[in-house]
């Protein structure tokens, strides 16, 4: 009686091993995160995410060189976006100490600013020039501004006989900011101007400006480098140019002088 053939075992690795092979890779992504967990690094999260990736050939669909890999690729997707979201929030947490401390910069700037002007204010009543000076302030500098009609004739940059006893007393006052930076603008009204000095408001007002600024420098010694000097024109009114009023308000002449940080 002939023996019977006996069947041949299958070829290639049994199917156990593929189902146990992603269980492997999955215990191993999860025993890396435990430990990029413990590290709190954004960094290496990113580079671990990167080398396993490229040793598991995870492809985009999820698949990979053992089997369809789905389990690995989800481990691996769950890493990169834990390393995104780590990522994100450390920036986020840079984000809010810049900004705090911003704040805390802005903060100590206006006190400086609040502290120039109540002295400042303190002088001005003394010499009885109240009337004459408007002062406000912020947290870069301290606000002077002083109606253009009290410094200067109509059409004209020459400073008035009777505006620099003024002028002589914010000079002496400046002398106490001399490592303050202190800027000079001169402001007109929208009204067009046209002659052989001043072909426009912008010139008008660049003049007006320097003529303010040269006095300081020529008269009370104000270091020409911490001087700064523009024209504005017609550009920042104040008021309502349709007015009167509104325009004179508009010709005016404004000191900032700024705080010690805005300053450096």
């Known amino acids: 009686m002939a023996?019977?053939?006996?069947?041949?075992?299958?070829k290639g690795s049994p199917a156990w091993?593929?189902?146990?092979?992603?269980?492997?890779?999955?215990l191993l992504c999860f025993f890396v995160l435990l430990f990029s967990m413990s590290t709190v690094d954004a960094e290496q999260f990113e580079l671990v995410a990167a080398s396993l990736s490229n040793s598991f050939s995870i492809l985009p669909a999820g698949g990979s060189a053992i089997g369809d890999g789905t389990l690995v690729a989800n481990g691996i997707s769950q890493l990169n976006n834990l390393a995104e979201y780590v990522q994100n929030m450390g920036v986020s947490m840079d984000e809010a100490e810049d900004k705090e401390l911003e704040e805390e910069i802005e903060e100590i700037k206006l006190e400086q600013s609040e502290a120039m002007?109540?002295?400042?204010?303190e002088y001005v009543e003394e010499q009885n020039m109240q009337e004459y000076i408007e002062i406000d302030f912020n947290s870069q500098y301290v606000l002077l501004t002083l109606n253009g009609s009290v410094l200067f004739d109509s059409g004209s940059s020459d400073l008035r006989e009777d505006a620099?006893?003024?002028?002589d007393s914010i000079g002496n006052m400046l002398l106490e900011y001399t490592d303050n930076i202190i800027e000079i603008e001169?402001?007109?009204?929208?009204?067009?101007i046209h002659n052989a000095k001043y072909e426009?408001?912008?010139?008008?007002?660049?003049?007006?400006?320097?003529?303010?600024?040269?006095?300081?420098?020529?008269?009370?010694n104000i270091d020409p480098t911490k001087l700064k000097y523009s024209g504005r024109g017609e550009y920042i009114p104040v008021a309502d140019n349709a007015t009167s009023d509104g325009r004179a308000l508009n010709r005016r002449v404004?000191?900032?002088?700024?705080?010690?940080?805005?300053?450096?």
């Open 254 to 264: 404004e000191i900032k002088i700024y705080n010690e940080l805005s300053s450096n």
């Open 117 to 121: 002007a109540e002295q400042i204010e």
């Open 186 to 192: 001169g402001h007109t009204d929208n009204v067009p």
């Open 3 to 10: 023996k019977k053939k006996q069947e041949e075992p299958p």
């Open 200 to 220: 426009s408001n912008n010139v008008l007002s660049s003049y007006r400006a320097l003529s303010v600024a040269e006095y300081f420098i020529n008269n009370k």
């Open 164 to 167: 620099v006893p003024l002028i």
């Open 17 to 26: 091993m593929s189902t146990f092979s992603d269980l492997m890779n999955l």
